[in-house]
Every structure is written in structure tokens, then in C-alpha cells.
């Protein structure tokens, strides 16, 4: 019973990670492109007088997406810790099927 309890939760376990590994990927690609439209919102500012409004407005968008950039990586910091703890119960749920399976050979020889 113990093996079968094992083996359904080190495949739900798999499961999640490879959600967050999706998710992370995801989060990855939207840093990278939050950080390309602030680069193209820099360089576009330049062409502008520093007191426009239209300077003001690409600094404003240039802000939010250094807060969306931040926000981002705090979701990443923090998935990538999940994905460190279910490498961590992966290995522990790893460790009991080989020792269910190694006490199930050694059953027949007790």
C-alpha cells in the first residue's frame, strides 16, 4: 500500500513541477519583453525635451514597467523555491519507494 501511496504522489509531485517550470518559463519571457519595451521607451525619450509631457508620460510607462519587471521576478524568486522544495520531496518520496520496494524482495527471504 505504502508503494502505491508513493508512486501517486511522486507523479503528482512531477506534475507540479513541471507546471511551475512552464510558468517560470513564462515569467522569463515576460521580463525579457518588459525589458526590451523599457529599453525602446528609453531610447525614444531621447528624441524628446526632458519637460515635455510626452517625456513625462514615456518615464511614467517606463516606471510601471520596472514595477511589473520587479513583480515578475519576485513571482520567479519565489517558484524557483517551490521548485527546490518538490526536488527535496521528490527525492525523499524516491528514497521510500526504493526501500518499499527492496522490503517487498525481502519479505519472501525473512
Not at 518615464?59 to 520587479?70: S, V
Request: proline letters at 0%; aromatic letters at 6%.
Amino acid at each position: 500500500m505504502g508503494l502505491l501511496v508513493a508512486t501517486i504522489q511522486r507523479r503528482q509531485l512531477r506534475m507540479e513541477r513541471s507546471n511551475l517550470q512552464f510558468q517560470l518559463l513564462l515569467i522569463t519571457k515576460a521580463i525579457s519583453q518588459a525589458q526590451k519595451s523599457t529599453n525602446e521607451l528609453m531610447q525614444v525619450g531621447t528624441d524628446y525635451e526632458s519637460d515635455s509631457l510626452i517625456t513625462k508620460r514615456l518615464q511614467e510607462r517606463q516606471y510601471k514597467f520596472k514595477l511589473l519587471e520587479e513583480s515578475l521576478g519576485l513571482q520567479k524568486e519565489e517558484i524557483q523555491t517551490r521548485l527546490q522544495e518538490i526536488d527535496t520531496e521528490l527525492k525523499s518520496v524516491d528514497e521510500m519507494i526504493k526501500g518499499e520496494i527492496q522490503d517487498l524482495f525481502s519479505y519472501g527471504s525473512k
